[in-house]
């Protein structure tokens, strides 16, 4: 029929990563599904040990406060339950695209593309919480380095510096 309705979409890449990510997780904490469970319930998201084996066996969806209480329970980044584990120029599809494990981490915490350009600036501008500013960009002898601000509503300013989209602590003495 040319009208029919579908309910939903079926489980993706990036849902099958998820689940598999919170099963290596779990499992490396040495942590039960019930213990998960149990912790999840306590934080206010209610899944249960049925729900949480189904969304590490890729038959069960995760919405976005799911994604976000697992992370905080398994005491992960959620970006980290996003990308499967793999070389960093390994090439992955994920939902909507396939590209290398590094430019999808880059690209998904918002903080590995360099600020040369109109269209960089404006994917950080979009990209960056707003309390998270790009102060400058150097360059370091192993490429591109931002230097990024955290602004504080007392007024602190704490710097990091962002090389390959992994943060570092910031020494002033070295810029």
Not at 29 to 48: C, P
Not at 110 to 131: H, K
């Amino acid at each position: 029929m040319e009208n029919e309705r579908q309910r939903g979409n079926d489980i993706g890449a990036t849902g099958l990563t998820v689940g598999a990510n919170v099963a290596r997780i779990r499992r490396a904490r040495g942590q039960s599904l019930q213990g998960l469970a149990d912790q999840m319930t306590a934080i206010g998201r209610k899944v249960s040990v049925s729900g949480l084996s189904k969304i590490e066996n890729g038959t069960r969806k995760v919405d976005v406060d799911d994604l976000m209480a697992l992370a905080v329970c398994l005491d992960t980044p959620p970006p980290s339950l996003l990308l499967p584990r793999g070389e960093p120029d390994a090439i992955t599809q994920v939902t909507g695209v396939t590209a290398s494990l590094a430019l999808l981490w880059e690209w998904m915490t918002g903080a590995g593309v360099g600020i040369s350009t109109d269209e960089e600036r404006d994917f950080q501008a979009r990209a960056l919480p707003g309390w998270l500013t790009v102060d400058s960009e150097v360059q370091g002898p192993d490429g591109s380095e931002v230097i990024l601000g955290v602004v504080r509503p007392d007024g602190w300013t704490e710097r990091q510096v962002i090389r390959f989209g992994v943060p570092t602590v910031w020494n002033p003495d070295e810029h």
